[in-house]
T-cell receptor, first 116, second 111 residues
Framework: NAGVTQTPKFRVLKTGQSMTLLCAQD?????MYWYRQDPGMGLRLIHY???????AKGEVPDGYNVSRLKKQNFLLGLESAAPSQTSVYFC???????????????FGPGTRLTVL | LAKTTQPISMDSYEGQEVNITCSHN???????ITWYQQFPSQGPRFIIQ???TKVTNEVASLFIPADRKSSTLSLPRVSLSDTAVYYC????????????FGAGTRLFVKA
């Protein structure tokens, strides 16, 4: 049981290049999330998904796209990378909670992305 | 979503009990309070969650007063390995939980 894994761990891009970050979970979780964390700051939600085939915008969605074609995978795409997207990206997943409750999120190890 | 306010940083010594308070004046009736811990270069890790009164697990206790406008995370007898950032979150799932992490509280445990 690997939990939440992220690929790649590190990446350096040039401005304008594109890339896809892969998140995979083996806990059969319904919900998946993508966050970014800038130095000295908390995490900000980019996009999330409440089930296979569904996605929704979070707090900072501009410049990113996501897809959830399979329940266990959540992809984050950068179509045209910008230096402002230099950050650490975390993926998380959780079970859909009982009605009215809050979920418990399990996080991956993160991907460090630098855009030059 | 309710906004949360936490101290930016706290210092403690090994063996002491640490209490980190989070203010959430605009908490809604159905909101839960969740705390996460984050070590450098790692993703956050769930610590504890509660709705009211007191919740205790093997790691920490969470105290929530009757008005629920604040909550206190209590770490008993901290060690150097408890040095981390602690985040307080307030919210609930209504078809998708738009999690908001604030800047958190940086706890430094000294020998």
């Amino acid at each position: 049981n690997a939990g939440v894994t992220q690929t790649p761990k590190f990446r350096v891009l040039k401005t304008g290049q594109s890339m896809t970050l892969l998140c995979a979970q083996d806990m059969n979780h319904e919900y998946m999330y993508w966050y970014r964390q800038d130095p000295g700051m908390g995490l900000r939600l980019i996009h999330y998904s409440v089930g296979e085939g569904t996605t929704a915008k979070g707090e900072v969605p501009d410049g990113y796209n996501v897809s959830r074609l399979k329940k266990q995978n959540f992809l984050l795409g950068l179509e045209s990378a910008a230096p402002s997207q230099t950050s650490v990206y975390f993926c998380a997943s959780s079970h859909a909670p009982l009605s009215g409750a809050a979920d418990t999120q399990y996080f991956g190890p993160g991907t460090r992305l630098t855009v030059l | 979503l309710a906004k949360t306010t936490q101290p930016i940083s706290m210092d403690s010594y090994e063996g002491q009990e640490v209490n980190i308070t989070c203010s959430h004046n605009n908490i809604a009736t159905n909101d839960y309070i969740t705390w996460y811990q984050q070590f450098p270069s790692q993703g956050p890790r769930f610590i504890i969650q509660g709705y009211k009164t007191k919740v205790t697990n093997e790691v920490a206790s969470l105290f929530i007063p009757a008005d629920r406008k604040s909550s206190t995370l209590s770490l008993p007898r901290v060690s150097l390995s408890d040095t981390a950032v602690y985040y307080c979150l307030v919210g609930r799932n209504t078809g998708g939980f738009k999690t908001i992490f604030g800047a958190g509280t940086r706890l430094f445990v000294k020998a």
